[in-house]
């Protein structure tokens, strides 16, 4: 029945895998070994994946054989025990075997040669007893996975009882080259193998048990079968064809149940287990003998050693040991590499010990394994995709490692990369891949505990600054009650006074709601950063945060309620207990507000001026910060005088009523005093702008120096009216709605942005031109679309302005005295800016020509433009300064009118003139690159004399037009 069994068992195939020599054969010639003690074990406390375990001994102890030496430390980790009787001569670090040659701590044990046993408890009733106590005794005994990672067994086994399992699998495949350890062991111990299989059947209870094996190995297969038929065993072997890497754990399954493993899950999630048949048999001597885990099967193999043979060594046996039992040749030794050729790391040194999961030593000489080919660039072949066993795109992941697009390397499954080097393999290019990846991953790794490290620090900020917040909304609340303790004081005083006939009982309850209200707005603050740390975990998804700040957030939200609640109360008592106790007397006197207010300004001045002298002490240099602060000492010393005569000046009746008069005398100067702070802090604005723009040389120097202007103009005005508040509230009230000027404001402000606009406009497309873009290149781009729309709104607003500076002139005569004086000073500060311009523009010229630059390329640069600009503007001014003024009020607006009709076809002239000056220049520039080009590539002579013909063209039509234009201008000046 079983042999039917084991004929019937299914094979499938999984994608891929490479077929590259076995060289097994080497390994098998000569009978197990046995070497003998060396001189020291160095037993590593890391032998397994997790944490490592921790030391129980000291140094100068004496241990027997299989006494526990180390215990796990955490749920990741397992148990240490002596491989034989000495003493602990040392807890050190020591080299070990790692691929990154490192150190770590190791317990250094002296053998004294008796091999004297500890006393062994096996566990005789492993089948009545829990399964859990059972792999609590197999973590006891240190029994971990021996074909991997070398993760603990029992945690592998609890992790099998999250679903049903209907496959536990034997991985005897053993498919990497060079290695027979399993072989060995299969031949050697074939009985201890399928006892401790039974006992792992009965702990996972699984419905079917496989032992998936490779057809190479005859001797070990014919072992098995003729000891589970002789069994009558239920256990079903399958053969499967030698093709590495079908011992991944992954591709066995596949090979073993035809399914496949979903990405990021682990086999027990679809009911699947596997385990190592040197973990089956280490269960077997620790359940049935009660033998921790102290020896393991090691294949030691290569061309560099005489012997090479299977070894039964006890873990913590340095590397070098094995090597003389073996009969190293150490002129041939090329490369020691710990495990096989495809998925091994070298060795740095032979000093590094065995341990629970080191199958293979390979000695091998250069001719045997060369050193790799040099990498080449990728020729996108598709072999390594072939051969992947994970369905991968090896050449994908490869470019985004190179790119350290780690995101999307995770994307494309780069962890599920088992790293058999099967794509290295078969690379063309001699590509290392398998290193790639493995950077890439570590990278990935310590990324996402560098994120874990940032969320934790973002958690302890944001405690620290609600415990901050609480301490201030709790200062605060104090002192609170302290005013309200000092106000009922006060009213006592009120109520003992004979003089006082009916105190007010609106003061307490005023303050109640004054409370109240900071409350309020305390609670609403704090509710707000709750909601805000609440939206950044949701968007994070840490659920224990969600759930934690979602319940602050209700407690929050219902104590604000009851805050609300509770002051719509007292506003509503307010006005009955205000009824009943109110006879025919106003509310307090309105010195008490203005002491109050002066009191608030003295305070505040004195925070700023605080908060400025600490600015001054870090920079002591700046002349700003010191005019700001003698300007705030001054207020300040103004503020007390103002506290200190409030205070002296006697209480006015209660029958006195208060001006009101002088009410709005003091809302108006409050007005002023903020439109002049306003109007300072922008003139300062402005002059750092300014200045900045002045270093840059910023063609926006003109437009700021007229704000600047029209500023500091804000400014002197403000100050005017400040120092005679009485007129300026007069004024005020004679004034019309301020209404028109801030239309006027807005408008000035829209114009400007529609000049930006054109001008940006303008500037890309020349950018376009400069770089070599025809025509329909240009008008396919953006940049025309937008000029247009850009004209088209400046010329609406230009119209809008125009008419809204008409009617003033026709409705309402101003000073025209006034009006002539800004506008001749307007005038000479714009005639004086132009000067400087032409001059500039002329100045670097002159320097470009002394730098022996060319005509091209000093027509090339920018300075031709802008002296063509300046002069054409410094000429449009010499002709307004020229032409009078002084016209008669009645006639400006026929005057203006007619200068506008005049203005609009010059200053459209003037633009098209400019725009043809421009092109010629461009065009220039184009021709001269092109001839360059010409010389430095005659293979596209052909080719670049159709760009020059094409541009000359231009260039002809271009300069005809301006020619025609200038003329146009010259005409219509003369006619004028």
Not at 209 to 228: F, R, Y
Not at 379 to 389: S, V
Not at 830 to 846: F, P, S
Not at 922 to 933: D, E, F, P, S, V
């Amino acid at each position: 029945m079983s042999a039917v069994n084991m004929q019937t068992a299914n094979v499938f195939s999984f994608h891929g895998g490479i077929h590259p020599p076995e060289n097994k054969a080497q390994s098998l010639q000569l009978p197990l070994g046995r070497p003998s003690l060396p001189s020291e074990l160095i037993l590593p406390l890391g032998q397994h994946i997790g944490q490592s375990s921790r030391p129980l001994v000291k140094v100068g102890d004496k241990v027997l054989k299989g006494e526990t030496i180390a215990i796990n430390n955490g749920f990741l980790s397992s148990f240490l025990h002596a491989p034989t009787s000495g003493t602990i001569a040392a807890i050190e670090e020591r080299l070990i075997a790692h691929p990154s040659g490192l150190s770590d701590l190791c317990i250094i044990l002296t053998p004294d040669g008796n091999e004297t046993w500890t006393t062994l408890e096996p566990l005789s009733n492993w089948q009545d007893i829990s399964k859990t106590d059972v792999l609590a005794y197999l973590s006891e005994m240190g029994i971990i996975g021996m074909g991997g990672a070398g993760f603990p067994t029992q945690v592998k086994l609890q992790g099998a009882h999250k679903n049903p399992l209907t496959h536990f699998i034997i991985n005897a495949a053993e498919c990497e080259p060079y290695i027979t350890a399993d072989d060995m062991l299969i031949r050697e111990k074939t009985l201890e193998l399928v006892l401790g299989i039974e006992i792992l059947q009965h702990l996972v209870e699984a419905d079917n048990v496989v032992i998936g094996i490779e057809d190479n190995k005859p001797t070990a297969i014919a072992a098995l079968k003729s000891l589970l038929t002789k069994r009558n065993s239920k256990i079903q072997l399958a053969v499967v064809p030698t093709k590495y890497p079908s011992g991944g754990e992954k591709q066995l399954i596949q090979l073993l149940t035809g399914k496949e493993v979903p990405s990021g899950q682990y086999p027990a999630d679809i009911g699947i287990l596997c385990q190592n048949v040197g973990t089956c048999v280490a269960v077997h001597d620790a359940i049935t003998l009660g033998k921790p885990l102290i020896s393991r099967f090691t294949t030691l193999t290569g061309d560099a050693l005489k012997n090479p043979q299977n070894v039964e060594v006890l873990l913590g046996t340095p590397v070098a040991h094995l090597l003389d039992y073996a009969d190293s040749e150490q002129k041939k030794l090329s490369r020691l590499i710990m495990g096989g050729p495809m998925m091994g790391y070298t060795l740095d040194s032979a000093a590094v010990p065995i341990v629970k999961t080191s199958n293979c030593i390979l000695a091998a000489s250069k001719k045997e394994l060369p050193a790799p080919a040099p990498e080449q660039a990728c020729i996108r072949c598709g072999m390594c995709e072939q051969a992947c066993p994970a369905s991968l795109l090896p050449q994908q992941l490869l470019w985004f490692s190179k790119s350290q697009e780690f995101e999307k390397a995770e994307h494309h499954n780069l962890f599920d990369c088992i790293e058999c080097g099967a794509c290295s393999y078969v690379c063309p290019s001699s590509i290392p891949l398998v290193q790639y990846y493995r950077h890439s991953k570590s990278s990935i790794r310590e990324a996402r505990e560098a994120n874990v490290k940032s969320d934790l620090a973002k958690q302890r900020f944001e405690a620290r600054k609600a415990r901050q917040d609480a301490e201030a909304a709790e200062k605060e609340a104090k002192r609170l009650a302290r005013q309200k303790a000092t106000s009922s004081k006060a009213t006592d005083a009120k109520k003992a006074a004979p003089a006082k006939v009916a105190p007010t009982a609106a003061a307490p309850i005023s303050d109640e709601s004054k409370k109240l209200k900071v409350d309020i707005a305390i609670g609403k603050s704090k509710l707000k950063k709750l909601q805000k740390l609440l939206l950044e975990a949701q968007e994070n998804e840490h659920i224990e945060e969600i759930n934690n700040l979602q319940l602050q957030v209700t407690d929050q939200e219902k104590t604000l309620a009851a805050l609300e609640e509770q002051l719509a109360k007292t506003a509503a008592e307010a006005p009955v207990a205000a009824t009943a106790t109110t006879t025919a007397k106003p509310s307090p006197a309105p010195v008490s507000d203005e002491l109050k207010k002066a009191k608030v300004d003295v305070a505040l001045i004195g925070v700023k001026l605080k908060k400025l002298q600490k600015q001054l002490a870090d920079t002591p240099d700046d002349q700003e910060l010191k005019d700001k602060i003698t300007a705030f000492e001054v207020d300040l010393k103004a503020a007390q005088d103002t506290v200190s005569k409030l205070s002296e000046s006697p209480q006015p009746s209660s029958n006195a009523a208060t001006p009101e008069p002088k009410a709005a005398i003091s809302d108006e100067l409050k007005k002023l005093k903020i439109d002049a702070a306003i109007a300072k802090a922008a003139v300062k604005k402005v002059e750092k702008a300014l200045k900045k723009a002045e270093e840059i040389q910023a063609p926006e120097i003109e437009s700021i120096r007229q704000q600047l202007q029209e500023a500091q103009q804000r400014a002197d005005e403000l100050e005017k009216a400040l120092a005679n508040p009485q007129d300026a509230s007069q004024k005020t009230e004679a004034a019309p709605n301020s209404a028109d000027a801030d239309a006027a404001k807005k408008r000035k402000i829209d114009l400007a942005i529609a000049k930006a606009g054109v001008k940006k406009a303008e500037k890309n497309i020349q950018l376009l031109k400069e770089q070599g873009k025809d025509e329909s290149e240009i008008e396919a781009s953006e940049w025309p679309k937008k000029l247009i729309e850009a004209q088209e709104k400046l010329a609406t607003l230009e119209k809008e302005q125009a008419t809204e500076q008409t009617v003033p002139a026709a409705a309402a005569p101003v000073s025209a005295a006034n009006v002539d004086a800004d506008a001749a000073k307007k005038r000479k500060i714009d005639l004086a800016i132009a000067k400087a311009g032409v001059k500039k523009a002329e100045k670097n010229i002159q320097l470009l020509k002394e730098q022996g630059k060319d005509e091209s390329e000093i027509e090339a640069s920018e300075w031709p433009k802008k002296l063509i600009e300046a002069q054409e503007k410094l000429t449009a001014l010499e002709a307004e300064e020229s032409t009078p003024v002084s016209a008669p009020v009645g006639k400006t607006t026929d005057a203006v009118t007619k200068s506008e009709a005049k203005a609009e076809p010059e200053m459209d002239l003037a633009n098209q003139i400019k725009k043809e000056k421009i092109a010629v220049a461009l065009a220039k520039a184009q021709i001269n690159k092109l001839n360059k080009r010409l010389e430095s590539t005659p293979e596209e002579a052909d080719s670049i004399k159709q760009e020059i013909a094409s541009t000359e063209q231009r260039l002809n039509s271009a300069e005809t037009l301006l020619e025609k234009l200038i003329h146009s201008q010259t005409n219509m000046q003369e006619n004028r």
